[in-house]
């Protein structure tokens, strides 16, 4: 398979979408809610992380082969400047509302719940499609992927299902969670000129093509948590196209820090 640019970077978009939403869910780690759920949410990130690893290295090759110059999957992760990011908005938003008030605001476990549900409902038909890319490497990344987002979305959608139809403080705050994050799904499956090249190449696929199946998916879901799917709206993020949220720098300082401190350290 010859490299090109759009391949390249459709590669570094699925990559960052996991190394930040791992990023997010390791902030769980010491501050879980009980015991088991510090552990699976720590257990959850190295997943993504994981599987952020195994896409950087692809992209490195890939990126090695088209401009002469070796690359290393610490590249990516550490030596990137917020602008070089394209993961969606929806993975790098805190673990908190939108009237919280402060990035020191406390955690709200409903937000961590609703995002990992949205993301895994998704990345189950993206990982599974991908299983038959004609880029065998990426092919063999999805088939072991899948099996990771198919236990992120049993997790999630437990959890969801047990705020949804709790208490009447869980409800609310599971329903709150949604109505928050779920605008943020639209710039995810608007389509875009690198899904449709990667697509038409048969090395990746288009979001938009996976929305009903999502949508499916979502809706099950919440019918079982006694939750309502709030409205669509016009608003898109953009953190796809580099634009992203005043919260991606302070993750990006915290990231990747020691790796600037120290840079060319091993260990």
């Known amino acids: 398979m010859k490299p090109t640019q759009e391949h390249l970077s459709y590669l570094l978009r699925l990559a960052d979408n996991a190394l930040i939403l791992g990023q997010r869910n390791a ?11 510090d552990i699976a949410l720590t257990n959850l990130s190295l997943d993504l992380i994981g599987q952020a690893r195994m896409l950087y290295q ?31 908005t929806l993975v790098e938003l805190p673990h908190y509302g939108p ?26 038909e993206v990982w599974q499609a991908l299983a038959q890319s004609t880029d065998e490497t990426l092919a063999a990344i999805a088939a072991k992927s899948v099996k990771e987002a198919h236990y992120h979305l049993h997790h999630a959608r437990d959890w969801l299902v047990r705020f949804g ?3 009447e403080e869980s409800h609310r705050r599971a329903q709150a969670a949604l109505d928050y994050l779920v605008p943020y799904m639209n710039e995810i499956f608007k389509r875009d000129t690198l899904e449709d090249t ?18 499916a998916t979502v809706s ?19 953190g796809k196209f580099g634009h992203h ?6 993750l990006l300082g915290e990231m990747q820090g020691l790796a600037r401190q120290h840079p060319g350290a091993t260990w």
């Open 27 to 37: 902030e769980w780690c010491g501050h879980g809610p009980v015991l088991e759920e």
């Open 165 to 167: 139809d709790g208490t």
């Open 245 to 250: 949220s005043e919260h991606m720098s302070y």
């Open 198 to 215: 990667v697509a038409a190449a048969g090395t990746g696929v288009t979001m938009a093509d996976l929305k009903d199946a999502w949508q």
């Open 99 to 124: 009237t919280a008030g402060t990035t020191a605001a406390e955690r709200d476990y409903a937000v961590t719940i609703v995002r990992n549900f949205l993301y895994s409902a998704l990345m189950v």
């Open 220 to 238: 099950d879901a919440l019918a079982e948590a006694t939750l309502t799917a709030p409205v669509g709206g016009a608003f898109e993020s953009t």
């Open 58 to 88: 692809h992209a490195a090759q890939l990126e090695t082969e088209l401009t002469g110059f070796a690359k290393q999957e610490d590249d990516y992760a550490f030596w990137r400047d917020e602008f070089a990011f394209r993961n969606w």
